[in-house]
C-alpha cells in the first residue's frame, strides 16, 4: 500500500528555517514526481513545489522561490523541503504528494489533481 509520511513541521519564529521531509513507501518511488502542496485555514491548497524523478528538474511556486529548496534521496525513497528565511504568511500546513509520470513536463505536474497518493501533512507555523 502506497504511504507518505511527512515530518519535521513545527513553530519558527519569522526568518527561521525548517527542514521537511517525506518519506515514501509502496510505490516505486525512483520513477515518482514528488511535491509539496500547503494549506492555509480558509484559502485553497497552493503548489509550493517539484522536483522530477531523478532530480534534473524543479519548480517552485514565485512565492518561495529564492528561499525553499526540495530535493529528494532516491535511495532512501525521501523527498526533503529546506524552508529558510520563513514568513508569516508561509504557515500552512504542508503536504507531500507523489505521481508516477516521469515523463510529464512540470509545467503539468504544478496541478495537485495529477497526484494520486498524498500524505497527512505537517503543521508548519511562523509567528511574527
Not at 45 to 59: D, H, K, L
Not at 106 to 115: C, N, P
Request: hydrophobic share 40%.
Amino acid at each position: 500500500q502506497e504511504q507518505l509520511l511527512e515530518s519535521g513541521g513545527g513553530l519558527v519564529q519569522a526568518g527561521g528555517s525548517l527542514r521537511l521531509s517525506c518519506a515514501a513507501s509502496g510505490l516505486a518511488f525512483s520513477s515518482a514526481t514528488m511535491a509539496w502542496f500547503r494549506q492555509s485555514p480558509g484559502k485553497e491548497r497552493e503548489f509550493v513545489a517539484i522536483i522530477s524523478y531523478n532530480s534534473v528538474n524543479s519548480v517552485y511556486a514565485d512565492s518561495v522561490n529564492g528561499r525553499f529548496t526540495i530535493s529528494r534521496a532516491n535511495a532512501e525513497n525521501t523527498v526533503y523541503l529546506q524552508m529558510n528565511d520563513l514568513k508569516p504568511e508561509d504557515t500552512a500546513v504542508y503536504y507531500c504528494a507523489a505521481a508516477l509520470a516521469p515523463n510529464q513536463p512540470m509545467r503539468v505536474m504544478i496541478h495537485g489533481a495529477r497526484y494520486p497518493y498524498w500524505g497527512q501533512g505537517t503543521q508548519v507555523t511562523v509567528s511574527s
